[in-house]
């Protein structure tokens, strides 16, 4: 295991001392990792992508809200996220320019991963949203993102666009449909 996960992973209140750590899973934006301790027990360690999500602080309110919101409506405690908080009570921990959090590890099945989205949704609807913070400003403001979109082909910075142009084209003839739920 990587000395330095190793020492993050420290930094949380684990049930037992780390024992490995490895990648985990394939996603874009966190870099992800599975942690085992020594009595077996499974835990993710992420590393937030803090060039993505710029408020980390409100991120992690947004998240410690929501799922202490969720643990009040059920009494199955797999029926929600869990943060292990460090050793200072904190829901993530912010070390040489990194973020990292931690949640307990679930292992379900993509039927059961649909269920309990479905849940999800229907527990929240009574959630005061307007406590939470916007952690990605216009995240889900399309006709912004299309403009976002245009300008960067107009600079192709990563000289990239050549490569990609069925993608582009794709994207180009949709121009029309970008604010339809915007505009609803």
């Given at each position: 295991?990587?000395?330095?996960?190793?020492?993050?992973?420290?930094?949380?209140?684990?049930?037992?001392?780390?024992?490995?750590?490895?990648?985990?899973?394939?996603?874009?934006?966190?870099?992800?990792y599975?942690?085992?301790?020594?009595?077996?027990?499974?835990?993710?360690?992420?590393?937030?992508?803090?060039?993505?999500?710029?408020?980390?602080?409100g991120?992690?309110?947004?998240?410690?809200?929501?799922?202490?919101?969720?643990?009040?409506?059920?009494?199955?405690?797999?029926?929600?996220?869990?943060?292990?908080?460090?050793?200072?009570g904190?829901?993530?921990?912010?070390v040489?320019?990194?973020?990292?959090?931690?949640?307990?590890?679930?292992?379900?099945?993509?039927?059961?991963?649909?269920?309990?989205?479905?849940?999800?949704?229907?527990?929240?609807?009574?959630?005061?949203?307007?406590?939470l913070?916007?952690?990605?400003?216009?995240?889900?403001?399309?006709?912004d993102r299309?403009?976002?979109?245009?300008?960067?082909?107009?600079?192709?910075?990563?000289?990239r666009?050549?490569?990609?142009?069925?993608?582009?084209?794709?994207?180009l003839?949709?121009?029309?449909?970008?604010?339809?739920?915007?505009?609803?």
């Open positions: 295991m990587n000395e330095n996960l190793f020492e993050v992973l420290r930094a949380f209140r684990l049930d037992a001392k780390p024992v490995s750590c490895e990648s985990y899973g394939c996603g874009h934006i966190n870099v992800t599975l942690a085992v301790t020594e009595r077996g027990r499974r835990y993710i360690l992420q590393k937030i992508n803090s060039n993505t999500f710029r408020d980390v602080a991120l992690m309110e947004n998240i410690t809200a929501v799922t202490e919101f969720l643990r009040t409506k059920t009494d199955d405690p797999r029926g929600v996220l869990t943060l292990v908080k460090t050793h200072d904190a829901s993530y921990l912010h040489q320019d990194a973020y990292w959090r931690v949640y307990d590890f679930v292992d379900e099945d993509f039927y059961q991963s649909a269920v309990g989205f479905g849940t999800f949704q229907q527990l929240l609807t009574d959630f005061p949203a307007a406590k913070h916007e952690t990605i400003p216009n995240f889900h403001n399309t006709p299309y403009r976002a979109l245009l300008e960067t082909l107009e600079r192709d910075p990563m000289h666009a050549a490569q990609v142009q069925p993608e582009i084209e794709f994207a003839a949709r121009q029309a449909e970008m604010a339809t739920i915007q505009n609803a």
